[in-house]
């Protein structure tokens, strides 16, 4: 995470993992591929929240529920740990709306099959189904297609701006986001196989 100050202003950069909440100042942004962020905000009170995450797990299931999935575990923490951060700042979670961006197919654009060939959709259909689950109304997305984004999210007015990454790009943000699911799909098997110890 990088924060710059300008001002009054806090810019704050996200990377893969990461989220932010706030109720000053600021606008967050970050660089998507496959990977999803969803951009929270209680307006009565005035905080804000975004992740930047991706879905990690060996095996996808087109049939299951992503909430009975492995992955959709890890994606249900990385949303409740926004959700709590904003809490924190008595954000009301029925006050919630959303914004919701990412989920490219980048692999597919290469022409590249295996299992991460799938990790966009699977990001897709794992926030489109929380946000309905959770009844957060989704106020705008945009998701799919085989470029990157690169979005920033003010809270002055909950506005989210939104530029596609150039098609050169491309094959570079689907290397960083290949090595990041398999990193991720590492820590995850290593948490799994760790027992928990009840003292």
């Not at 085989?146 to 689907?174: C, Q, W, Y």
Request: charged share 25%; hydrophobic share 40%.
């Amino acid at each position: 995470m990088r924060i710059v100050k300008r001002g009054e202003l806090k810019v704050v950069t996200l990377y893969p993992g990461e989220y932010y909440v706030s109720r000053g100042n600021v606008v967050i942004s970050t660089l998507l591929g496959s990977c999803v962020s969803a951009c929270l905000y209680d307006p009565v009170n005035r905080v804000v929240g975004m992740n930047h995450f991706l879905l990690s797990n060996k095996r996808y299931s087109r049939h299951m529920p992503m909430y009975a999935t492995e992955a959709g575990r890890y994606g249900i923490n990385a949303m409740e740990l926004v959700i709590n951060g904003m809490v924190k700042l008595d954000a009301k979670r029925e006050n919630f709306h959303a914004k919701a961006f990412g989920g490219s197919s980048l692999l597919q654009s290469l022409g590249r099959p295996g299992n991460f060939f799938c990790v966009g959709e699977v990001n897709r259909r794992f926030i489109l189904e929380f946000l309905n689950n959770e009844g957060i109304p989704l106020v705008s997305s945009d998701l799919g297609g085989h470029r990157g984004r690169v979005i920033r999210f003010s809270s002055n007015d909950f506005s989210v701006l939104m530029r596609r990454t150039v098609e050169s790009a491309t094959p570079k943000l689907a290397k960083d986001e290949k090595r990041f699911w398999l990193k991720s799909i590492k820590e995850q098997e290593k948490k799994i196989e760790e027992p928990d110890l009840w003292i």
